[in-house]
Structures are given as structure tokens and as C-alpha cells.
């Protein structure tokens, strides 16, 4: 909890959001060890103007004050007083004070300015913090509520306690910023609960609720404290004030829709909400972030905090509905960890400049890298599953706040041996509280130097983690390795046809395991009607004049064979093909690597502003493109994406036609496919698009460094449909 306050403080202070030396206020401090481990994260005595230890307890209080005499800190103020009362205007601006006893009093009670003026912000406090305290008040609601009025427009309040909870208490919440491993289990409750209740602390979900209701939520985590075998539950959460921060740049352009009309809250809320919908539009926020609006305006009329998107630090992460049913399918798992896209072929042929305005497939971010590196107006990623974005935001929050040598650590490598350090100091800040509250809990196993790293996780684990098993087995481990540094293609295709091909292309193999839809979905994303394509083009072989006779045959192994031995026989994985080179080593190297890991590309994303206009969207491309403004688009890139559609239903031709709509005259949609004439090309032209082959087998067996697809296309708008 101290590391996250000190580093969100750190933060504001550098953005020039809180301009003074921060003034702290711990409650609940006891005796001072809180303020005294402080300075493994800031300089206490230099860094604030002024500490205040709240606790009721003397004796503890004279510990403390014996602490920071030993330390040599003056600028600590040890308060024994009760958390209801202490009001900061009382002590601000007094330097006698080393130990007082205050009573309630009409000075102490008198109530705090709350007018946003000068003179309020002088007597508030930029950090509040209870560590294991909140359980222990018992008029707890007086306390937060005064907590409240003494946070500054720009304060942060930190809480640590332990706690259990029943998710029917919190389910249809939507300002909580994430709730992985809030629930406790019945007999956790009761036990836990029981428990502390012997020492007077109560553990019951009221606490932490009222806390979130009278705060915005900026981050949250829970976890388990094992202790003798036993799992306590406890929480770390950080907040601020319901109308600091990005609320505040955007509550003037919104203030016509939020303006109260009626003093019925439920009449006044939908009322709000289609007031809401209806002006949208005028609010030029290019109309995608509509639903976030929807959710402020019904959040505000009922005196709610808003959901924690409205908090972070950055604009990058569009507000999402984290528990519906849609997200909630992938679990806590994505299937790319690593994206299986040619991005030097992409920018080639898109040619993209500053006036492009691109919508992108999300996957493991690592071709919307690529884009920003050419600087255009605005680019949308978009994945429906929400650990996909939190992965991006992860390598969006590494290059702003990690030099290029930590960079390459997590994502070169895919191993750190500090990660959850790292995590908590330097990339919190700019990390929305759903992807921190991801990475917490994922990110410490995923990045350990004892496992296989970053590129053994998500779905795509499982090729890889199968290549290095069945090469363990055949005692050809050591043939990824040479093949991986060969240094001439004539090397290269000799290891290649001696060993690693004949696993990969082996008939049983492939008839077994690899052409299974489970495992095809599994490990390489590929659906069942992806899959359908596969077949068609291997069936019309079939009929055609070298048709293949083992009956182990499928299309599947065909389609690997037309991939593999053609990127084997044209680029040296080595030195120019990092994509493979992952797949052999679980690793890049300095010599080959992705675009967006070159040490040119660290400066550009280093600099203030470089993802300013990128927006993170986790939600279906056709609900995405529903809320933009037409002819908003000049580039779509979805990759693979339309082979998924089923040919013999609309969801295809609806959304070639919204792309239609939201793209300008001459915008273009760039896909690949697994088949060479895929079934939809005839519905881009016919909706008004003009279709272009860029790439393909059949012409050239290479299309890209990847060329796992058969074709690529480029379908552009050519007119306005009336």
C-alpha cells in the first residue's frame, strides 16, 4: 500500500497536480513503523511538508514520538486523538507540537471548508492512509465521511485491513475497479469474522463498502495472507476524491447532460441517461466513449462514484463492464502472448501518416506499437477479451515509466526477476485498476525467472510448451538451438528437413493432436469456421491434379507445410525473423526482435504524449464501430477476424457494412485469410468495396515473415452508399 500511495504521489507531483510538498496524515498509526518503512519509497523528511500520526492509544503514541526522536525527523506530529475528531485546520500551520492529547472541543468540531477555495486546499491533506486501523473504529462511517472533507482535490487516500466478503454484496457494482478474488468463501467468513471479533476487530463488508461509495476508486487488490497454513483475507485499496482528476476536464463539456430535472431518483436517472444518449453526439468525443457517459450520468444521479476509468492517470482504457457475461468467458487467461502479425509488412502496405485514424485487433499489442510509431491521429485497439488490452496497457505503462534495460527484461526476455517491485513503484500509476488489479495477481508467476516466462502463458503456451516437450523427449532440444542461430539459409533448411520439420509436419501428430478443434482453438485462436476455410481450399486440391493419398493427410497439415517450409526456405529466423525465433527459444534476442522492442522505438514511446492518441476498447469490433461517427475511419485493420463469421448468416455483411459507414472515400480494411478466395470478398464489393489481393499463396509462397495466412486483402471504399 505504501509503495502505490508513494508512487501515484511521486506521479502528481512530477504532472505538476498537487504543486507543494504533500502533507500526510497516517490514522490509525500506532507507533509509527508505517512512517519510518515510508522511507524505503520517499524521502519522509524531505519529501513531506508535514506527517501527522493519528492514534487513540498513548502508549502507542509515545512509541512513535521515541521512534522519530531516534530517527531525527522534525517534521512528524504525533496526535493522541480519536479519527472522528481531528480536524487538520486545528494543527496546520503549528510546528510545537511532538505529542497531543486533544479533546473534542468547538475548535477541533468546527467543520472544514468545502468550498474547492485556497484556503480549503491549504488545511487538507494529499495522502491519508490506514493500515489495518479501519477494522479497528467503530463508528467508522463518521470517520470516513471526515477523511473525506480533509482529502485535497488532488489527495490520495490508502487503506490496507483485512476483510471478507460475499460477492452478492458487490456483483452489480460498477465503480469498484475489479473484484478477482473478492469473494470469500462461507466458511471463511464465519471463521475470519469470529475471529477477529475476539479482538475487537470487525471484519464485516460495511467498512470497505462505505469507503468506496465515499471515494473514487483509483486501484484495488485483494489477497490472501497465508499464515500456518491458514489464507486471511485482506485488501489494498487506493482512492481519491469522487470529483478529482479526468472528471474533472470533462464534467464542463457534460454538464448539460447532468443537470438534475427531477426529485425522483429512479425518474431522474433515466431521465439523466436518455438526456445522455440523445446528446452525446454534441460532445466531441468522437461518440466512442458513449457508454462511459451513460454509466457517469446514472452513477452521478444516484450519488455513486464513478466507474475507476474515470480515475486513472491516462485516457488510454475506454470504461468496460468488467462483469458481463461476454468478458467474463476468457477467464483470466488471453490466448496471444505474443501477436502473430507481419508489422514491417503492415506499415508497408498501409503507408500510414498523422491524418489516419486507425481501428486495429488489440491481440498482444505489439502491431498498435508498431502503429504508433508512425504517429497517426488516433488509433482504436480493440479485443473483446480484457486480458488482451491488459497486456498492452502493461507494455504502455513499461515504456513511460521503465528505461529501455527493464523493457527488455519483460518483454525481450519475458523474465524479471522484480517484477511485483516493479509493479508497485514505477508502473502503477499508469495502469488502470482492472489491469493492475490483473497483473497483481498474474503478472509476479508470469514474468518468474524459474518459469518459462511471459511466452509460456495464454493460450499460445501450449504450441510452444508442446514443440519443447515432444523435441525433449526426441532428444532434439539442442536442434531448436542450432536452428535458432544458423547463419546461412543453406544451414538453416538442412536442420530444418533433418529434424524439427519432421516433428511439426508428422502425420500422426497432426491427425492426433494439432488438427483437433480444441487444440487448434486452444493454442493458435484458430474457431471452427476458420477451420471450415482450412478444409474447403484443401478439398478443391483434392479434386485438382496431385491430390494427397495418406488418409492421415488433413487440410490442416497441408496448410502448415505451405506456412513452414517457405518462411524456413526465404528468411534467416536468426537475424530477420523474430516471429519464429520465439516459438524456438521462448525469447528474442538482440539481434531479432519485434519493431516495437528496438532501442529507436524506446525513445519515441518515452516521450510525454506518445500514446495520447491511442483508446483501448474491450468490447466486439461491430459494437465499437456502432458508436463512432460516420466516416470517422480511414483504417481498419482486423486481421484474421472476418474468417470467423459464419458464410451462412448477416453477422458478416452487417458489419462490412458499418465498416462502410464509419470509414472515409477511400478508407481501407486490411485482412488476412486463411483461404485464397475467402467468401466475404464478394460481400466487400457488393457493399461498395473495392477488392484487392495483396498477397497470396498461389503467387508468391511467402507473403510475409509469418505467413501463417494464405492471402491478404485490401478493400477500399469507393463511394458513399445513399
Known sequence: MLGLVAAQLKYKIETRKIRRKPVWVDVGGGTGYNIEKMAEFV??????????????????????????????????????????????????????????????????????????????????????????????????HCAIDNMSEALSTHGLIGVADFYVQNQSDFISRNYLGGSLDRHCMWISRVFWRTWFEMDRVNLDAARRDYLEY???????????????????????????????????????????????????????????????????????????????????????????????????NHRWRVYYDDQLQKHRQFGDEYIYAFTWEDVNED???????????????????????????????????????????????????AFTALPYRDVWRLFGKGKHHNFRELLITKLAPHLSSLAFQYWMHHGPAAFDEKNGGLYHTGGSRHALILL??????????????????????????????????????????????????????????????????????????????????????????????????????TTLLSTENPYYLLCLLSRYTRTCHPLYLTPKAHIHYAQAGAFDNLRIHTDEI?????????????????????????????????????????????????????????????????????????GSRDET?????VNMYASTWIFTKQETKS
Open 468 to 569: 519443447a516437450r515432444i523435441c525433449q523427449v526426441l532428444g532434439l532440444s539442442g536442434e531448436l538451438e542450432k536452428l535458432a542461430s544458423a547463419t546461412t539459409l543453406e544451414e538453416q533448411v538442412k536442420l530444418w528437413k533433418r529434424g524439427l520439420r519432421r516433428i511439426l509436419l508428422n502425420r500422426v501428430l497432426n491427425y492426433t493432436i494439432i488438427s483437433s478443434e480444441k487444440w487448434l482453438w486452444k493454442a493458435l485462436g484458430v474457431p471452427q469456421n476458420q477451420r471450415a476455410i482450412i478444409d474447403q481450399d484443401f478439398l478443391a486440391r483434392q479434386q485438382g491434379p496431385n491430390p494427397v493419398a495418406s488418409s492421415l493427410d488433413s487440410g490442416v497439415r497441408q496448410y502448415l507445410i505451405e506456412t513452414f517450409d517457405p518462411v524456413i526456405e
Open 347 to 397: 506499415l508497408r502496405i498501409l503507408n500510414i501518416n498523422s491524418e489516419d485514424e486507425i481501428l486495429a485487433i488489440t491481440s498482444a499489442g505489439d502491431n498498435i506499437l508498431g502503429y504508433v510509431l508512425e504517429n497517426p491521429k488516433r488509433i482504436h485497439a480493440v479485443d473483446l477479451n480484457p486480458n488482451q488490452n491488459h497486456l498492452l496497457e502493461l507494455k504502455l505503462a
Open 214 to 312: 465515499r471515494f473514487g476508486t483509483v486501484h484495488n487488490t485483494n489477497s490472501r495472507c497465508k499464515l500456518l497454513g491458514f489464507r486471511i483475507p485482506y485488501y489494498i485499496w487506493i482512492g481519491c476524491r469522487k470529483n478529482s482528476g479526468y472528471f474533472e476536464a470533462k464534467q464542463a463539456t457534460a454538464s448539460t447532460v447532468l443537470s438534475p430535472t427531477t426529485s425522483s431518483p429512479f425518474i431522474k436517472a433515466l431521465d439523466l441517461h436518455n438526456r445522455a444518449v440523445a446528446n452525446l453526439n454534441s460532445i466531441n468525443f468522437n461518440d466512442v466513449e458513449s457508454k462511459a457517459y451513460e454509466c457517469a450520468v446514472i452513477n452521478m444521479s444516484a450519488s455513486l462514484p464513478l466507474p475507476p476509468s474515470w480515475y486513472q
Open 43 to 140: 524521502d519522509v523528511p524531505n519529501f513531506f511538508e508535514t506527517v501527522y500520526l493519528v492514534d487513540l492509544s498513548p502508549s502507542l503514541c509515545k512509541v512513535a514520538v521515541a521512534r522519530f526522536e531516534r530517527l531525527g525527523w522534525k517534521n512528524i506530529k504525533v496526535l493522541c486523538q480519536d479519527a472522528r475528531f481531528f480536524r487538520l485546520e486545528t494543527f496546520e500551520g503549528r510546528n510545537d507540537i511532538a505529542l497531543s492529547t486533544m479533546t473534542t472541543n468547538s475548535s477541533a468540531s468546527s467543520s472544514r471548508p468545502t468550498s474547492p477555495n485556497a484556503e480549503a486546499e491549504r488545511y487538507s491533506a494529499d495522502l491519508i492512509t490506514l493500515s489495518y486501523s479501519l477494522s479497528m473504529i467503530p463508528d467508522f
Open 701 to 705: 509462397p511467402c507473403i510475409d515473415r
Open 622 to 694: 461491430s459494437e465499437v464501430l456502432n458508436r463512432m461517427a460516420d466516416e470517422s475511419l480511414t483504417i481498419a485493420v482486423v486481421m484474421d477476424s472476418m474468417d470467423w463469421f459464419d458464410p451462412h448468416a448477416n453477422g458478416a455483411r452487417e458489419q462490412i457494412q458499418t465498416f462502410h459507414r464509419v470509414l472515409k472515400v477511400g478508407g481501407r480494411v486490411m485482412i488476412r485469410s486463411a483461404g485464397i478466395e475467402p467468401w466475404y470478398a464478394q460481400i466487400f464489393e457488393s457493399e461498395g468495396f473495392k477488392a484487392t489481393r495483396i
